[in-house]
């Protein structure tokens, strides 16, 4: 009933769909960067697509199985290796007790989900099972895992899957072009219009400052602001605000040089103004970006957010029809 | 009329004023409650912040420009209220100038307007305190509002209650440091702040309090029902406090019995700006009790 960390990888969490509810207390809705992945793990070996699962950011972690489970990997191309022998992401296979799972060099993309017949059984903290690492909160003991941990494994769901892999088309496919769709707005007012040209049209770089709070970017030109005496309270930094909430997906640019896209353990508000947020549909994919990647920005407005929306839903509607 | 604006798909931005004031943070306020009030399906968050307010919604549940229109027509049904709140005051002992918040400082000189000054002393002299003792006076004097709760779980902003020209105001750090100490007391702008727990910050640190305002595993008194102490809206009161009591303090506020001192009181805009310091007497001294 429980696994055993070997190796714990680089920073290997547990996390589910997320806590939202306390975004006002400071407390973010954590959950898996890619929650399109986590729900195709789940659904891989017959948990419930909220179940608790591990989400691995770049290395993989070793693991020792006590007991016969179901395990599916997706997300990032990170090759699963039960006693070494190399299995398929995005296909559910046995474990038996006694069996090690490891996991080859990494791909394509940034996080892979594990997912556990049964799911990972940390206690609910505010409705969830996700991991907040700067609150320490939740997951297990509030903290990534370590050399020796033992998480306890729920009871293996009487569902069989009806499909053990999931098809190349519902697999989260590369975006042809890497290119965030963006609602300007927020404080967008703050910048000249040139400014604003300038960072649609740069190519940025998905610095190494890239983790569950919020993705940096450098290599486009810095932002020019509209000059203004600065509102009480605000600050004397032309990018700065009176603080004030920050949605999840805003892009901030303190100092107008580096844009930061805040994830899903953004700090919830603060100081510095936001030139708009990326759309909710393409938030999983910036979960799988890796350091060094070039990407655009690109605005759109609220019809093609809601478009890109139904396009993300539908496909899960597909993934489920086909898991289920 | 406030500025709106979405934040993507699934939030809206309402700024009252682009400026701190409590009546900027009242409206925000009175707004956040009237949605609250009015149960429209589909809005999933309500954040109420300094001067301003922040939705989430699920646009699977109602459209954008639908909730952005009925969120203006409740702006415009609220404006002209009364702006009062039935809130508590509570007090948060202070250990000023105290010995951890000074090493932390110190090891973050190069990265401060004034290097060759503490936090506290930059902050009097560039507020025109005579002294330390006179700032933290003026720190601890009057009370304070929480405007707004995040940043780091639980991290109250607190804004002064006192006439405009009377506001402390400080820049933050010219770089920000990789440290603080756990329930730092600290400024940035024209905000109070509290670090609920170690980490990087940018406010000027002034002192620390023994009482945690955040604790996930739920084991401090006060904190057993909610692991997060403050709300928008509460009042707190500064109190100073010496070495000795920061001592019996950090061991009292482990016990199963400790209560924070605080008093259910309500507060009402229009009389405390009529006049302010007079309305805070009256506040302070409900907290004792009178």
């Known amino acids: 009933m429980v696994i055993e960390v070997i190796k714990p990888g680089l920073r290997t969490t547990v996390q589910d769909l997320g806590r939202p509810g306390y975004h006002h207390l400071g407390i973010p809705m954590s959950g898996a960067m890619d929650r399109y992945a986590l729900r195709a793990a789940n659904l891989l070996v017959g948990n419930n697509e909220e179940d608790a699962a591990l989400e691995a950011v770049f290395a993989g972690p070793e693991l020792s199985f006590t007991d016969r489970r179901l395990v599916a990997v997706t997300g990032a191309e990170l090759p699963p290796k039960v006693d070494g022998e190399l299995r398929q992401t995005w296909e559910a296979f046995i474990v038996e007790p006694g069996q090690i799972l490891s996991f080859d060099f990494l791909k394509k993309g940034a996080r892979a989900y594990i997912a556990i017949s049964g799911g990972i059984d940390v206690p609910l903290v505010l409705g969830s099972r996700a991991t907040y690492l700067l609150g320490g909160l939740g997951g297990f003991q509030g903290r990534g895992l370590a050399t020796e941990d033992r998480l306890q494994l729920g009871q293996s769901m009487a569902r069989t899957p009806k499909s053990t892999s999931v098809p190349e088309d519902l697999r989260r496919a590369d975006p042809g072009e890497p290119v965030l769709r963006v609602l300007p707005g927020l404080y967008a007012h703050r910048i000249t219009e040139e400014a604003a040209r300038g960072f649609y049209e740069d190519v940025w770089k998905v610095a190494p400052e890239a983790d569950r709070v919020g993705y940096r970017f450098r290599g486009g030109r810095p932002l020019q602001f509209v000059p203004r005496k600065p509102p009480f309270g605000a600050g004397s930094d032309p990018s700065n605000i009176v603080d004030a909430p920050y949605p999840y997906g805003s892009i901030q640019v303190p100092a107008g040089t580096e844009p930061i896209v805040l994830h899903r353990d953004a700090i919830s508000g603060g100081g510095y103004f936001t030139l708009g947020t990326v759309i909710s549909a393409d938030m999983d994919f910036v979960g799988q970006m890796q350091p060094n990647q070039k990407i655009h920005f690109t605005p759109v407005d609220m019809n093609a957010a809601l478009a890109a929306r139904r396009v993300e839903a539908e496909r899960l509607e597909r993934l489920r029809s086909h898991c289920v | ?290």
């Open chain 2, 1 to 290: 009329m406030a500025r709106y604006s979405f934040g993507g798909d699934e939030h809206i931005a309402v700024e009252m004023d682009e400026a701190m004031s409590l009546r900027a943070f009242f409206g925000a306020l009175s707004i956040c409650n009237a949605v609250r009030d009015s149960k429209i399906p589909g809005v999933t968050e309500i954040c109420p912040a300094n001067a301003s307010l922040q939705l989430r919604f699920d646009p699977d549940l109602i459209e954008p420009d639908d909730l952005m229109r009925e969120v203006k027509q409740i702006e415009a049904s609220a404006s002209g209220q009364k702006q009062a709140l039935t809130t508590r005051i509570i007090e948060i002992p202070v250990y000023y100038d105290d010995p951890w918040t000074r090493e932390t400082l110190m090891r973050f000189r190069d990265r401060h307007q004034d290097p060759d000054a503490t936090d506290l002393e930059y902050a009097a002299r560039i507020n025109n305190y005579a002294s330390v003792n006179d700032f933290i006076a003026a720190h601890s004097g009057s009370p304070w509002l929480v405007s707004m709760v995040g940043f780091g779980a639980g991290s109250p902003f607190t804004f002064q209650m006192v006439e405009h020209e009377k506001q402390i105001q400080v820049p933050k750090y010219v770089r920000p440091r990789t440290d603080t100490p756990k329930q730092c007391v600290a400024q940035g702008g024209c905000f109070t702040g509290i670090y609920p727990v170690r980490g990087a910050g940018g406010y000027q640190m002034y002192g620390i309090t023994p009482t945690p305002i955040y604790d996930p595993t739920q084991t401090t008194s006060y904190l057993r029902e909610f692991m997060i102490l403050f709300r928008p809206g509460d009042i707190v009161k500064f109190r100073g406090i010496g070495r000795d009591e920061y001592d019996s303090l950090v061991e009292d506020v482990k016990k199963e019995d400790f209560f924070l001192k605080q008093r259910a009181i309500s507060f009402s805009l229009d009389e405390f700006e009529q006049a302010p310091a007079f309305y805070n007497r009256q506040v302070l001294e409900a907290l004792d009790g009178h």
